[in-house]
């Protein structure tokens, strides 16, 4: 069964750093892009970032871009979120998910998703 | 940025009814890239449609969606009660941000 495990979240001041974790497993991690979700609370779902199987194709959302650092080692199936400078306004349920390949892209829609971790930025 | 806005913002209706939800983008977006997911309270959102009408890995076939260009549906032919839950649209077409809709929470009476 494919799955992935989001770890990491936690509470922590404004201008502190967090890192979260997400594992896999169940499938054959490197081939498939991976991406960040988050959600605020009582909110709808905003993408945050998003790295190719090989690591080497990164992207981000402007409210996170120069902050947040997207990166993956597939020698431990396992993606991370390194967060600096957080704001009160990234306060959410962290997900990852995993991207559905079409023809055209890696890129493709999210089809396994993780329980989501929770990250509060409060001082 | 492509913009995707859904509607109704809520909707309620009755076990058996058909649900239409619509996704309107603010540019035209490729087919291969609209997703629909459907997400109910306390849980991770869960793939429904992907390229705008393919249905994912088991999902029933009450489920179907449609569309091209900046408007897009997904219809469910007979609501059933655990069919309340919060749907979403999504993009991937070429470049990012692939942003989401804001949403349409459907109710069963």
């Known amino acids: 069964e494919m799955q992935l495990l989001e770890s990491g979240g936690g509470l922590v001041q404004p201008g502190g750093s967090l890192r979260l974790s997400c594992a896999a497993s169940g499938f054959t991690f490197a081939s498939y892009a991976i991406s960040w979700v988050r959600q605020a609370p009582g909110k709808g779902l905003q993408w945050v970032s998003s790295i190719s199987g090989s690591g080497l194709s990164t992207y981000y959302g402007d409210p996170v871009k120069g902050r947040f650092t997207i990166s993956r080692d597939n020698s431990k199936n396992t993606l991370y979120l390194q967060m600096n400078r957080l704001r009160a306004e990234d306060t959410a349920v962290y997900y990852c998910?995993?991207?559905?390949?079409?023809?055209?892209?890696?890129?493709?829609?999210?089809?396994?998703w993780g329980q989501g971790t929770l990250v509060t930025v409060s001082s | 940025e492509i913009v995707l806005t859904q509607s109704p913002g809520t909707l309620s209706l009755s076990p058996g009814d058909r649900a239409t939800l619509s996704c309107r983008a603010s540019?035209?977006?490729?087919?291969?890239?609209l997703a629909w997911y459907q997400q109910k309270p306390g849980q991770a959102p869960r793939l429904l449609i992907y390229g705008a009408s393919s249905r994912a890995t088991g999902i029933p076939d009450r489920f179907s969606g449609s569309g091209s260009g900046t408007d897009f549906t997904l219809t469910i032919s007979r609501l059933e009660p655990e069919d309340s839950a919060v749907y979403y649209c999504?993009?991937?077409?070429?470049?990012?941000?692939?942003?989401f809709g804001q949403g349409t929470k459907v109710g069963i009476k």
């Open positions: 998910a995993k991207g559905l390949p079409t023809a055209v892209t890696p890129f493709g829609a999210f089809d396994i």
């Open positions: 540019q035209s977006v490729s087919s291969n890239s």
């Open positions: 999504q993009h991937f077409d070429v470049s990012p941000p692939w942003t």
